[in-house]
C-alpha cells in the first residue's frame, strides 16, 4: 500500500511538473510575442512621423523627434536637418518598406531601458531608391532625457547600389544624422 501510495504521488509530481514546465515555456514565448508586437508599433509610428516630416520638409517636426540629449549632443543639429531634408527635395516617396524592428532592452537595478533600430527602403517616384536607417530610445527610466530618435543614417542609394568598400556608416549607438551618397561614403 505504502508502495503504490508512494508511485503514485512520484507520478503525480512529475505531471505536474511537465505541465508548469510546459506552461512556462508558452508565457516566455508570448511575452517575447508582445515585446515584438510592441516594438513593431512604436517603429512604425516613429517612421511614419519622419517620413511625414520630410514629405512635409518640417525641420521642427524632425527635430522633436529626437531625444533632449541628443538636441544637445548632436553637432548643428539645424543644419544636419537641413541637409537631410535638402537631399529629399524634387523627389517624391511612393513608398518605404522595412524589415523587422530590431531592439535591445536593459534592466539595470531595476530600471528599463528600450531601444529600437529600424531600417528602412524608401523608393521614390522617378523610380530610385534609398535607405534610412533610424534608432531611438523608446524608455529610459535611468535617464528619461535619452527618450527619443538619436541617430538618423541616410543612404542615398539603394542596398543593391552599396559599394564595396562601403564601411557600414555610423556605429549603432552614435548620437546624429548621418548622410552618405555614392560619391561620399566612408570607405573600409
Known sequence: MKKSTLAMLCLLMIIISTVSCLAGCKSREQRLNEETEYEETQMKAVREKVIRCIKKDDKEGLKKLFSKRAQKDIEDLDGKIDEMLEAFKGKTIVSTKGESAGSSRAYDYGKETI?????YT???SAGEK???????????????????????????????????DFSGGAYQDDHGIFIYTLQNYPKK
Do not use: A, H
Request: hydrophobic fraction near 30%.
Open 115 to 119: 531601444t529600437i533600430y529600424g531600417d
Open 122 to 124: 524608401i523608393k521614390f
Open 130 to 164: 534609398c535607405t534610412l536607417f533610424i534608432s531611438f530610445c523608446d524608455k529610459n527610466e535611468e535617464s528619461p532625457d535619452d527618450k527619443g530618435v538619436f541617430q538618423m543614417e541616410l543612404r542615398m542609394f539603394s542596398k543593391e547600389e552599396t559599394p564595396k
